[in-house]
């Protein structure tokens, strides 16, 4: 009995072991023909690069070398593409090294979608004249395809460290710079796909002829259907920022964006922006000639003389509000200064043509509060004023509502629902 007993527990684990080179075999094999793979994506890639890419583009490109590493991919050191046509008319974008690693699944399925792409130190500098982008001929890279880039899009991840980036808007005669950016893109596959994007870096550029400064970090994930975009929902805050002697501690703007490609009355609309610790100089003129013009306004309405405003100094402003069905509603505009308190509600309803608006305003120790409510071009201000004063707020509430309809035009609601309503 202990004879067959040995017998089966040999053939076990002669038995075993066969699996074990078996599975060591296939695992090798395996590797082998990643390997292969990996090799020949390697050589086709310095072959488009030294060969077809540059002829195509009509820009030089360079490298000092590429090499090949099965944990990586493929690393292309200090990668340069010039401006057209070549680098005596300068640089477009270097980098000190990229990596490129395609999806080992696809690639042994002859389709080509990368796991990975990284960008270390890239220094990019992009141009705009007459309305066209110096990087316009760069796009001939993309696929050809009606489908739109997020049904195109063939990478999972897309990483950039310390990168620098310089845009000169020619039309506008506006430069921005973001140095020390850190870029993440994600791509979740679902249909047409989602996307996450992540960005820290210091902003510059020159506003009113002042330098203007700051930290930010932004976040936002993007769902996309075929169609198109969907929804967007995200965050950015921005530290640390300084425009000429003026400066502010923190700004945070939060968004919840939906129904993006629907009509305007299925629009869905949330967002809050906080803002804290903003000091304005008096020699800031522009911005003090503003304030005490709207101070000596509230004066009128109160009856008292209000203290003229020198330095701004804001411990925090709030704002939050929706957009729902064609009705913007800002539930909370509050501000916290040194020389006004204020705690307000408007809201804009676009089908109805209507406000209703709530405004509290502290100015030491003198108090108002109003209430605007009907039809946007002349609604009931109250309490009762003089016709001079219900004149200058009517004006004043008129140009906060062109402003608004500027950025959420919410009039062709009504528009859309009328035509809507004659064709049925």
């Known amino acids: 009995m202990s004879d067959r007993l040995l017998a089966a527990y040999n053939m076990n684990i002669f038995r075993f072991k066969i699996m074990v080179i078996l599975l060591l075999a296939f695992g090798l094999s395996s590797g082998v023909f990643a390997y292969v793979k990996y090799k020949k994506f390697s050589e086709y890639l310095i072959s488009r690069i030294n060969l077809?890419?540059?002829?195509?583009?009509?820009?030089?490109?360079?490298?000092?070398?590429?090499?090949?590493?099965?944990?990586?991919?493929?690393?292309?050191?200090?990668?340069?593409?010039?401006?057209?046509?070549?680098?005596?008319?300068?640089?477009?974008?270097?980098?000190?090294?990229?990596?490129?690693?395609?999806?080992?699944?696809?690639?042994?399925?002859?389709?080509?979608?990368?796991?990975?792409?990284?960008?270390?130190?890239?220094?990019i500098k992009a141009r705009e004249a007459g309305g066209k982008w110096d990087f316009d001929d760069l796009l001939a890279l993309l696929p050809r395809t009606s489908k739109g880039l997020h049904i195109t899009w063939n990478a999972r991840k897309l990483s950039v460290t310390g990168a620098k980036l310089e845009v000169d808007i020619g039309s506008s005669g506006r430069s921005i710079a973001i140095e020390n950016a850190d870029i993440t893109l994600l791509h979740y596959s679902a249909l047409a796909g989602n996307f996450e994007l992540k960005l820290n870096g210091d902003v510059k550029t020159i506003l009113n002829g002042q330098l203007l400064t700051a930290r930010t970090s932004f976040k936002t994930d993007l769902n996309f259907e075929y169609s198109g975009l969907t929804a967007a929902f995200g965050d950015v805050q921005f530290t640390g920022a300084a425009l000429g002697a003026a400066t502010i501690k923190k700004t945070s703007l939060s968004w919840e964006i939906f129904n993006i490609d629907k009509p305007a009355r299925?629009?869905?609309?949330?967002?809050?922006?906080?803002?804290?610790?903003?000091?304005?100089?008096?020699?800031?003129?522009?911005?003090?000639?503003?304030?005490?013009?709207?101070?000596?306004?509230?004066?009128?309405?109160?009856?008292?003389?209000?203290?003229?405003?020198?330095?701004?100094?804001?411990?925090?402003?709030?704002?939050?509000?929706?957009?729902?069905?064609?009705?913007?509603?800002?539930?909370?505009?509050?501000?916290?200064?040194?020389?006004?308190?204020?705690?307000?509600?408007?809201?804009?309803?676009?089908?109805?043509?209507?406000?209703?608006?709530?405004?509290?305003?502290?100015?030491?120790?003198?108090?108002?509060?109003?209430?605007?409510?009907?039809?946007?071009?002349?609604?009931?201000?109250?309490?009762?004023?003089?016709?001079?004063?219900?004149?200058?707020?009517t004006e004043a509430i008129r140009g906060i509502n062109a402003s608004l309809l500027k950025?959420?035009?919410?009039?062709?609601?009504?528009?859309?629902?009328?035509?809507?309503?004659?064709?049925?």
Not at 409 to 420: A, H
């Open 266 to 393: 299925e629009k869905n609309y949330t967002a809050g922006l906080k803002a804290e610790g903003l000091f304005i100089p008096a020699q800031s003129g522009a911005v003090k000639q503003s304030v005490n013009s709207a101070m000596e306004l509230l004066s009128s309405v109160i009856g008292k003389a209000t203290p003229r405003v020198e330095d701004i100094e804001m411990d925090e402003l709030t704002l939050d509000f929706t957009l729902n069905n064609g009705v913007l509603f800002v539930k909370r505009l509050d501000l916290n200064t040194n020389f006004l308190n204020l705690k307000n509600e408007y809201e804009l309803n676009g089908p109805a043509r209507t406000v209703n608006i709530r405004f509290a305003a502290q100015i030491g120790d003198n108090r108002l509060d109003l209430t605007a409510k009907g039809p946007m071009d002349r609604p009931d201000i109250l309490p009762a004023m003089s016709v001079t004063l219900n004149r200058k707020l």
């Open 407 to 424: 950025i959420f035009p919410i009039l062709e609601v009504q528009d859309d629902t009328t035509k809507k309503e004659r064709s049925e």
């Open 52 to 123: 077809q890419t540059g002829k195509k583009l009509g820009r030089q490109i360079k490298f000092k070398r590429i090499a090949f590493s099965p944990l990586k991919g493929v690393v292309i050191y200090e990668p340069c593409v010039s401006r057209a046509p070549d680098f005596s008319k300068g640089i477009f974008f270097c980098a000190r090294r990229a990596i490129i690693r395609p999806e080992i699944a696809q690639l042994m399925r002859n389709r080509l979608y990368f796991s990975n792409v990284e960008l270390t130190d890239p220094v």
